[in-house]
């Protein structure tokens, strides 16, 4: 006589323990039965684990140029990770986020292609924006149905947008959007927000909060904001005591960006509304080790 089997419940507290870090012990519980893949893809079960455990780093996207890294994007989990497109190789990293990754194949003329690293599927090579020839730029890739509430959990093959922000010669800001499911650009957004002939965006990823984007301009003397809901650009200037650049950082889920900079060995820290002039100094962090 074969022993009963166990409940849904029992077997979901039992797959809910499954080591958070590792996925591959996720992908080779799947394949013992059919109700167990039934119980792992259920959307219950993953919003549960979500809870549990924040999602695992799966791997990195890198802009060496060397030998020894000829893989845009670094695994580091044993999870079978398919290589990027040969194309990809040669191409420079921009953004991940919501499971797709941006690149620029040729940077010289914004060639952006949009790849899901956890498939090797390339999703889509986008056309080129019509804006004028813009000396510094940067791009970010985000789920279309972000600012809807949308989870993330399985939208990584789903509608998606980028947003192209840079500045032109004469030091003037642009901003256009891409949407996947017109497969078109966005009449684009300009505004003249410039303070010297420093005024360029950094090729830092940007930071993405409710409706908005934030990217960092070289040597730290701002951030451009571009509110997607309105197309908006405007400019915030960092605290004085930054001058050394700094990281950009989402905090929490109440609309808070915060800068992060090294100083002394310390980390330190200060958190912003996302309105001008309203920043608030969290403090040292902690100690930095190394060099």
């Known amino acids: 006589m ?10 979901d507290e039992i797959l809910l323990r499954l080591p958070p870090d590792e996925p591959a012990c996720l992908a080779r519980a799947s394949a013992v039965c059919k109700r167990w893949r039934r119980l792992l ?13 924040p999602p695992p780093l799966l791997g990195f996207l890198h802009n060496l140029d060397d030998a020894d890294h000829p893989d845009r994007f670094v695994p580091t989990t044993a999870l079978p990770i398919p290589p990027p497109p040969p194309e990809l190789h040669c191409g420079m990293a921009l953004d991940c986020r919501h499971g797709c990754a941006l690149l620029d194949a040729y940077p010289s003329r914004i060639d952006l292609v949009v790849w899901h690293p956890m498939t090797g599927h390339l999703l889509r090579r986008l056309p080129r924006p019509d804006v004028p020839y813009l000396f ?11 600012a809807a509430g949308c989870d993330h959990l399985d939208c990584h093959e789903g509608p998606f947008r980028v947003v192209v922000v840079g500045t032109e010669e004469d030091n003037e800001a ?5 949407s996947s499911e017109s497969d078109e650009w966005s009449p684009p957004t300009s505004a003249r927000l410039a303070r010297g002939p420093e005024f360029c965006v950094e090729g830092k ?4 909060i409710g409706d908005s984007l934030y990217f960092a301009l070289v ?17 915030i200037d960092p605290p004085a ?6 990281v950009l950082m989402p905090l929490d889920n109440d609309g808070v960006l915060g800068l992060a900079a090294v100083e002394d060995h310390s980390l330190l820290c200060v958190v912003n509304g996302c309105e001008p002039g309203s920043w608030t100094w969290c403090g040292k962090l902690g100690e930095v080790q190394g060099h």
């Open 2 to 11: 074969n022993p009963p089997e166990l409940m849904d419940d029992l077997v």
């Open 41 to 53: 893809s259920d959307r219950a079960f993953l919003l549960r684990r979500r809870r549990r455990a």
């Open 136 to 146: 510094y730029y940067n791009a970010a890739v985000l789920c279309a149905a972000a």
């Open 174 to 178: 642009w901003a256009t959007v891409y």
């Open 205 to 208: 990823p940007a930071t993405l």
């Open 219 to 235: 040597f730290g003397i701002g951030v451009v904001k571009f509110d997607m809901k309105r197309h908006r650009l405007s400019l």
């Open 241 to 246: 005591e930054l001058d050394d650049g700094f």
